[in-house]
């Protein structure tokens, strides 16, 4: 199963050649220091999540016979982070994209970065690049507020029920065997 992008009003697909090998996932969270009179140190109020962002590297590789398919790879990541432009103005921003990696939740957001390394290995006639690595950085475009019991019940559809939380105790049927041996 391949991974891929999707344009989330156009529906254009952008299937990845290899899935990632590695995926970085962060969040940050925003704490506003109150300093208090006579007190040691501030002490600290959660004010709100910041952006989460998900990073990982394509790697594109292609044979002598597939001129400009590295290129044109890259070129379709590349225009993710353009604007739909008509008569010399900026019709619509960039498009949001729905990045699907298998049974892992889908991730809707917009692309802040992309940057391709391209390989050393070019088309003998061309010079056109056989070998890229795109390293794609996409920043979180949810509109609802997502709590923590969202990410912590979810499950892959994969999972034994043993794995899951149980609904009272809080805990899976792992933990609370640990618990009682």
């Known amino acids: 199963m391949k ?3 999707v344009g989330y ?9 290899l ?4 995926i970085t996932d962060g969040k940050a969270s925003t704490f506003a220091a109150i300093v208090t009179p006579a007190g040691s140190q501030p ?3 959660w004010v709100s999540g910041d952006k989460r962002t998900v990073s990982f590297t394509l790697r594109y590789h292609f044979s002598e016979f597939d001129r400009g398919l590295v290129q044109e790879r890259c070129n379709r990541l590349l225009s993710l982070q353009y604007p739909e432009v008509e008569l010399g103005r900026t019709k619509r921003a960039p498009e949001r994209v729905l990045l699907i990696l298998g049974d892992r939740p889908d991730f809707l957001g917009h692309v802040a970065n992309v940057s391709v ?17 795109v390293t794609i950085t996409l920043e979180e ?21 043993e794995y899951a939380p149980e609904k009272e105790g809080g805990g899976s049927k792992e933990a609370s065997t640990l618990k009682e041996g």
Do not use: C
Not at 9 to 17: H, I, R
Not at 148 to 161: F, H, N, Q, V
């Open 3 to 5: 991974g891929f992008l």
């Open 9 to 17: 009003e156009s529906l254009e697909v952008f299937e990845f050649q």
């Open 19 to 22: 899935n990632p090998t590695n």
């Open 43 to 45: 002490q600290f109020q």
């Open 117 to 133: 390394k391209y390989g050393k290995a070019m088309h003998p006639d061309s010079l056109l690049p056989l070998t890229a690595d």
């Open 141 to 161: 475009d949810e509109e609802r507020v997502i709590g923590r019991d969202e990410l912590r019940d979810w499950r892959s559809s994969e999972m034994g029920t």
